[in-house]
């Protein structure tokens, strides 16, 4: 089991940055990969940014590939998404989850949610 709680998001200008924090709590975290998703309104939850349990593979969507970075502190347990360069069409409720496997990209994938947090870019 692993909960999860997302902080971090707010308004920001174009151009500007933010840094998201997943903290999790529960002791398979350091054995999960963990996603950024995202999800504006209409639209579906799609995969921002995923990283594996050690950190050693990541992926990227190609929207934010050089703009977004995603990291993870296993002895913290908490996964960050640090958004540089933002744009209005970032604006969207981002939320991290956990998978037992590697990466995967689909939101069905992934067993464990946080509430999201509203990141919301004006132009």
């Known amino acids: 089991q692993v909960q999860l709680v997302e902080s971090g998001g707010g308004l920001v200008q174009a151009g500007g940055s933010l840094r998201l924090s997943c903290a999790a709590s529960?002791?398979?975290?350091?054995?999960?990969?963990m996603g950024w998703f995202r999800q504006a309104p209409g639209k579906e939850r799609d995969l921002v940014a995923g990283?594996?349990?050690?950190?050693?593979?990541?992926y990227y969507a190609d929207s934010v590939k050089g703009r977004f970075t995603i990291s993870r502190d296993n002895a913290k347990n908490t996964v960050y998404l640090q958004m540089n360069s933002l744009k209005p069409e970032d604006t969207a409720v981002y939320y991290c989850?956990?998978?037992?496997?590697?990466?995967?990209?689909?939101?069905?994938?992934?067993?464990?949610w946080g509430q999201g947090t509203q990141v919301a870019v004006s132009s």
């Open positions: 989850a956990a998978a037992s496997r590697p990466i995967p990209t689909m939101s069905q994938a992934y067993d464990y």
């Open positions: 529960g002791r398979s975290f350091s054995r999960s990969t």
């Open positions: 990283i594996s349990w050690g950190g050693g593979s990541t």
